[in-house]
């Protein structure tokens, strides 16, 4: 068994999650639970320059260099926060992605997360795992969604499929077949937006006095344009088969600002406006189950901030109907905590020359064992403990 505080900043930059979990044996009878998780916001300057940074010509070498480094004393922060004086083993850091580089045909070439590993391994002396999505995208994989395989790993039903759907920066899903289907696959992929494209046109709308919609109540207020909505949908990523990802590189920033120009010459209101996007990310959620899912979906698990929109989720409930919606925390896991879970499973994995992803979850030519160790004082130790229970 094992201690690993698992961290991860997603697409909308909106802080650390922080996750001390406790994990033990190995797949497929490996447990895994969090003892304590908070998210440790970023201070808005830092903020401000990992979203400038995710932009084209926003950032140089300069100031990407020196973003690294205080990302990782950032997240190494977060750590001491978490754990406390709780001793830990080690340490799975995903990062801030600031680009994802998607080709024209849906090859993933590239991936660059920062929040330097070296410095946490320094300030807190735990051997610590990182740059996860950099490997299997080496072994001709998207890199994502790594999510999937924790879905695979813990939430699999005895007898009927379930769609794990995580509503993040970006929305991805994984459908996973029940254990009596002992020889069918995972599918999983990014369904396309998910919060960031709210937040940041709720920003624009505000002049940033709102960085999301709470609750979904300035959705509430509006109604989609239907017709526009049609348009949005016939964008060329969601007719891309899978696996696929997507990122704020295509439903990002940029976008936003052509959504709501686009927005204002329909003669939309803000709330109208709102509301539009709002169901466009439900309804690329519900179009992605009808156009990909291999059966029926038993059940419709969310996880991710997006799950406390009340208005996305009713928009998501009535599209996938008669399949329930039910919450992770309703199968046992905190849904604003779920990722870093993750990559503290992942770390776990990792420390145990175990792959941490599956060929059908990422569309690489093989599994790999995934991410980059970087020594902390504990790593002699650590080694020791863990041949002696090997």
């Given amino acids: 068994m094992l201690r690993v505080v698992g961290l991860i900043s997603g697409t909308s930059a909106d802080g650390i999650d922080a996750a001390l979990c406790e994990i033990d044996g190995a797949p497929p ?17 830092l903020r401000r320059r990992v979203l400038d940074a995710c932009q084209p010509g926003r950032a140089g070498a300069d100031e990407i260099c020196v973003l690294n480094a205080a990302v990782g004393e950032a997240f190494a922060a977060a750590v001491q926060r978490v754990a406390g004086d709780q001793a830990i083993d080690l340490i799975g850091s995903h990062g801030q992605t600031l680009w994802h ?10 991936t660059f997360q920062v929040g330097e590993a070296s410095i946490l391994a320094e300030r807190t002396g735990v051997t610590t795992v990182s740059n996860f999505r950099a490997r299997d995208v080496a072994a001709g994989g998207q890199g994502a969604p790594l999510a999937s395989y924790l879905d695979w790993l813990l939430l699999r039903h005895p007898t009927h499929w379930r769609a794990a759907q995580n509503i993040g920066g970006i929305g991805n899903v994984t459908f996973l077949p029940p254990l009596s289907h002992a020889d069918a696959k995972m599918i999983a992929f990014d369904t396309g937006p998910g919060n960031a494209l709210i937040d940041e046109t709720m920003a624009r709308l505000t002049a940033g006095r ?7 109540q300035f959705a509430a207020q ?3 344009d239907e017709a ?12 891309l088969a899978p696996p696929k990802t997507t990122g704020r590189e295509v439903f990002g920033a940029a976008y936003a600002d052509g959504l709501i120009a686009a927005g204002r010459a329909r003669g939309l209101s803000d709330a109208d406006l709102v509301a539009t996007v709002t169901a466009l990310t439900a309804r690329s959620i519900a179009d992605a189950y009808r156009n990909v899912a291999p059966a029926p979906v038993g059940e419709v698990i969310l996880a991710g901030g997006g799950r406390h929109n009340r208005t996305l989720v009713g928009m998501i409930a009535s599209l996938v109907a008669p399949s329930p919606v039910v919450t992770s925390e309703d199968v046992g896991i905190d849904g604003d905590f779920k990722e870093a879970l993750l990559f503290a499973l992942l770390a776990y994995e990792t420390w145990h020359n175990r792959p941490g992803c ?8 093989r599994a790999s064992v995934l991410g980059q160790i970087t020594p902390g004082a504990n790593y002699e130790p650590l080694l020791r403990a863990t041949w002696r229970a090997g």
């Fill in 101 to 110: 580089q998607v080709e024209p045909d849906g090859r993933v070439t590239a």
């Fill in 228 to 239: 526009w909505l049609a348009d949005l949908l016939a964008h060329p990523y969601y007719r």
């Fill in 222 to 224: 509006g109604r989609p």
């Fill in 358 to 365: 599956l060929p059908e979850q990422t569309g690489a030519r």
């Fill in 210 to 216: 709102a960085t999301y919609d709470d609750g979904g």
């Fill in 29 to 45: 009878r490996l447990s895994a639970r969090i003892l304590a998780a908070q998210t440790v916001p970023y201070d808005e300057a």
